[in-house]
């Protein structure tokens, strides 16, 4: 018994290394010291590792796989002038390097009252966090991250020279990441990084001015999901390609955008709510590519000015003219947009380069003032679109619907619902149609239109509801498309009725959860999210939410599990998603399965 149980524990140790539990250490800018040995809330260090202001043995340390880096909840970090935290050491897959604001999700929170902790720069720092070639798994977590230096390179988290992979970005509050009042000179990013395996959920972005999150070639299968983004910023989320690289399986989705680009000159051209890109070097044969994008479940809500193209912007341009940049299987859908002053909804163009396989699913939107399209599909007769799919769609504003230019093949568009005063209603390949000349063309023979009122809930007041009320012609008069697009914006499957809803809403006429909006890290209330055996809730811990706004869970049983939740936030789970009620105080969230 004796020699089975000596065998036991001989066991355990050999496999201590794998699980990789890690240290954790402890930083408290206000009373910690580097000399101290920063493994204890009694003992931290003033400085993080990496901190060019880091003395003793807070310079010398290092970290390995499984480490986690405590910043005092409620306390000010301060990054010295010109300087960053140089992200030195990596992770490994399932045991990450942690940077946590003490949010009580690895170990019991320490600082006093819920704030999250805070590292700014100052507005001299030239980064917040700053990346290392081949320092992969990192996560950073809880944080409000703010204040740069408003020079040409001055970006919060910055990886943006060298390629940083498996990176997890959740729960913080990121904000004033430069300056400037027109987009063409205006200067800093909050995440500017090339890499892939990037998870950036669950954010408040503000005051980003140039963008929030530039993602620079080479970058796969990264998701920017469940952020808010609004204020000061000329683009919430950029992606671009401008060499060979071959950018896959990427998802951007459940996010809130509003008010992006108001705050700019109206002569200040690309302010995009997304802009995505896929650019040639002048005089050389590229061949990079954006391939399976998906953008889908955002809401996006008064945005301006219209000089920003479109809220969803796509440009494929081979300037070095061989046609030979290019975007395969690009899926847009379920997504909203309310009283946006743009262009269009949707600005694609294949300007010396090529777009196939395009889906426009199950998008609603409305606009009061005037804009040029819906939809603009522009080629300037030098590139082509193959195969593109228009279906279920609402749109209604005083605009052309569709408009086109040349080069446009194999289009699919149908079961649409559209309401516009616009003369002409559609433009196709650079001819006015009206719409019985559309029709005649094969276009929305199941279709609605062309002055179909959609009879949305509300598009009076702040914050809109596109839902469809009863008697809407939206209502069971969309067609069948299978999955992933048999769930609409709020996870509600469909059909519910005899047949799809047109729009981004399958009614059930239950109400929309209020819209979200960035606030001061200060005026943050709790969620205290918790989960029982068996399963597991995303995010954990403790989460800040800005006062009004709801919050998503991912609720994920075990095989033979099934999952119910409670606790005193309130709210309602479909599928494995669980949103709260608008949050008014601090409350709780409690998974459980049985």
Known sequence: MIYLARVFFILLLSLAPSLAFGATYYIDYSSGADSNNGTSTSTPWQHCPGDSAATGTAHSATFSPGDKVIFKGGQSYSVPSGGYITLSWGGSSGSPIVYDGDSGTYVSRWGSGTSQAVITGNNNAAAIFLAVAGKNYITINNLELRSVTASSESSIINSAQIAANYFTITNCTIHDAGSGANINTAIG????????????????????????????????????????????????????????????GNSIHNNTFYNIGSYYNLGSPHCNDIIMWVQGSSGASDSGSLTNLSVYNNYFYES?????????????????????????????????????GRNSFCNISASQGNINN????GNSGWTSGGSSAFIQLITNSTGSFNAVYIKNNSWSGNSYIIQTDQLINNPYIDYNNWNTTFGNYFSWKDVGE?????????????????????????????????????????????????SPYNVDYLGTSRPQGSAYDIGAYESVFSALPALQKPCLQSSMLTITASAGTNGSILPLGPVSVCPGN????????????????????????????????????????????Q
């Not at 395009?358 to 699913?361: A, E, R």
């Open 358 to 361: 395009l889906y426009i699913y």
């Open 304 to 340: 301006s000015p219209t000089t920003g193209t479109g809220t969803i912007t796509l440009q494929i341009n081979d300037s070095g003219g061989s046609s030979s940049e290019l975007a395969n299987n690009v899926f847009i859908y379920n997504n909203i947009s309310a009283n946006e």
């Open 189 to 248: 990013f909050a995440i500017n990084a090339s890499g892939s395996n990037w998870t950036v959920q669950g954010n408040s972005f503000y005051d980003c001015y140039h963008a929030c999150i530039y993602l620079n070639s080479g970058f796969s299968n990264n998701t920017i999901s469940n952020n808010t983004f609004g204020d000061k910023s000329g683009w919430a989320i950029a992606l671009a390609e401008g060499g060979n690289s071959d950018d896959d």
């Open 434 to 482: 009206n719409w019985s000349q559309w029709q005649a063309l094969g276009f929305d023979t199941h279709g609605y239109g062309p002055t179909s009122d959609p009879k949305y809930t509300n598009i009076t007041t702040s914050p809109y509801n596109l839902m469809p009320q009863a008697g809407s012609p939206l209502i069971d008069h969309g067609v069948t498309l299978g």
């Open 550 to 593: 709801y919050k998503t869970f991912t609720i994920t049983p075990q095989s033979g599990y099934t999952a119910s939740v409670g606790g005193t936030c309130g709210g309602s789970l479909v599928g494995t998603t669980y949103t709260t009620n608008p949050i008014t105080a601090a409350c709780t969230v409690s998974a459980t399965f």
